[in-house]
Structure formats: structure tokens, C-alpha cells
């Protein structure tokens, strides 16, 4: 199962690192719609031809709603995703503030694979977000290889501990358990010592990291996942939105789902 999860913050000229609600129209300018046919045609093997086969699609508005779609379509880890993560932002949950790692090393690797989404905090600083849903999706093991498709400007903002021997250069994500109690203030941030702890790996995860002029998809999607993120993308950036229903047959129309923004 191939599954393209793209955020609309990908098509813009600038970054946002941070929420900007409400909206409002902005100097940062989205792709042209040719860009994105091009983008879509030639780099993601989409194609307008009804006739031929086309992905399913899901518009969500928040990207944290793609993660109950993950679990659903690996059936719960049951057969692993290869996933395209087109996005400004990785989504490994490196912001201000958000201490989910701590809490995927500490005690979510702790539960047996199956278990483990129903011990994902929904409230505090390890909630479940849409800066680190990913996450938490890997380390339910619902992932087997993962591509993070990066704006030009970004692709620095990976957290080291989701990696083997801490090297985001490594081309493997390998989740560690560390058991609960070792982690203080200061070991948690000294990568020799959290290394030093005690752990036990998960199963590696392919992964590879490509600038988004220079990704092309080595196979046909069987799903799309298209974000809005309306607090990383101005209103200017809707307008892409209506060209992914040419490519993709989506299970709601974005029109059903653009009212749920906030």
C-alpha cells in the first residue's frame, strides 16, 4: 500500500514555522497551477485520464486526522505503509514545547505494537498533534518505509532520537524504549548520554529524505492524503485545492470538508 500524504504547505514560496490563524490573505504566494499539474504529473505519476486507475483520496483539514487513516489502512499495523510525506515540515514533533518524544521513548514503545494507539495522550505537552502525528504513527509500527518530500526551504527539523545512532543522515528511522524513570531534564538533552541508557530498538524503518523539485515517485499511489492546514497556508492556497480532484477520487469532496476549518 502506497500512500502520498501531502500538505498544501508544500506549494508555497516561503515556510511558516508557525500558526497563523485566523487566516488571512498574505504575501506568501502559492505554485501557479501549472506547477502543480507538473508536480502531480510528472513527479507523482497522477494522471486526469478517467479511464485509467486513479488513487483514492482522503481532504482532511488538520493533519492529525491523517493518522486514523494510517491505522486504518494498515489495518492496524498489520500491513505496514510505504508513505511519501510531502510537507513543509517533517512532522516528528521538534516544536516548542512538545515533549511527545520523550513520552514514544519513555512509555508508548512500552505497550505491544497493537496497543499502543490507545495509550496516545489526546491533552498536555505529549499530545497527539498535527506537528507530530507522524510520530506516533511509527512508533505503532502502521509505517515500513517513509520518503519526507521537503520545501526547498526546510527539511532540517528532523528529531535525532527517532534514528539509528541519532544520525539523521542514516537513510533508518529506529525507535528506541527507554525504560520509564532513566529520562531527566538532563539527560534528555545530551544525545551521549540518552544513547548511553539502557534500550531496546524497534524495527528499523527505511527512510529518505529528497528536496520536492527533485522527487519523483518510484510507483503509482494507491492513496492521497491532501491536508489544508489553514494555520500554515494563506487563503490564496485553497485555489490549488479543486485540481487534486482532476487526479485523484476522493472519498469527500473538499467543498464537504472546508467549513470544518478553524
Known sequence: MIVADIDLDIFLSEVSSFDHRPR?????????????????????????DRTSKRPKGYFIVHHDEAFPIFEALSRNGATPLTVAHIDAHSDFGTGFGDQSWIDIGQRVLGFDPERRVKAIPRSGPERISPANYLSFALACRWIASLTYVHHAQSGHDLMPFFFRSFDTECEMVELRHIPHGLFDAVTAGSKDKLIALPHVLEPPILFRKVAVEDY?????????????????????????IPIFEEYVDFEVRFHETIGKQT
Not at 220 to 235: A, E, N
Open 24 to 48: 488571512a490573505p498574505s504575501s506568501v504566494h502559492p505554485w501557479s497551477e501549472a506547477q502543480v499539474r507538473h508536480f502531480l504529473e510528472e513527479q507523482c505519476q497522477l494522471s486526469r
Open 216 to 240: 519523483r515517485a518510484l510507483a503509482p499511489f494507491d492513496y492521497v492524503i491532501l491536508c489544508q492546514s489553514p494555520g500554515y497556508t494563506p487563503t490564496e492556497a485553497d485555489a490549488l
